[in-house]
């Protein structure tokens, strides 16, 4: 069974940083994504990461945020820079037990596991 947490969220001013961290239990986080979803709104696509360490990122994210990974796949880290207050929501990791080469999954319904979210404040 494959488990995911995510932890580092806060309350930050504008402009601040945090790193998000997903850490896996009964599995590697092979192809990896990161969503949020602010009060009232749907979930939304914020970064991926295949095997291959290739990485997209939201247009939002604006070379704001860097997604990594450990090289044991285990731990990724979501790193946000100059985040602003429509930053504000719960932010999730997702995996998935398959992935295809070349292939990027950046919607909800192509991810099987998830973390349970951390809870991002950007205050202005």
């Known amino acids: 069974q494959v488990q995911l947490v995510e932890s580092g969220g806060g309350f930050v001013q504008t402009g601040s940083s945090l790193r998000l961290s997903c850490t896996t239990s009964g599995g590697s986080l092979n192809t990896l994504g990161w969503f949020r979803q602010a009060p009232g709104k749907e979930r939304e696509f914020v970064a991926t990461i295949t095997w291959r360490d290739e990485i997209q990122y939201a247009g939002f994210v604006k070379g704001r945020f860097t997604l990594s990974r450990d090289s044991t796949k285990t731990t990724a880290y979501l790193q946000m820079n100059n985040l602003q207050p429509e930053d504000t929501a719960v932010y999730y990791c997702?995996?998935?037990?398959?992935?295809?080469?070349?292939?990027?999954?950046?919607?909800?319904?192509?991810?099987?596991?998830w973390g349970q979210g951390t809870q991002v404040t950007v205050s202005s």
């Open positions: 997702a995996t998935r037990p398959s992935f295809l080469n070349g292939v990027w999954y950046r919607k909800e319904s192509d991810y099987r596991y």
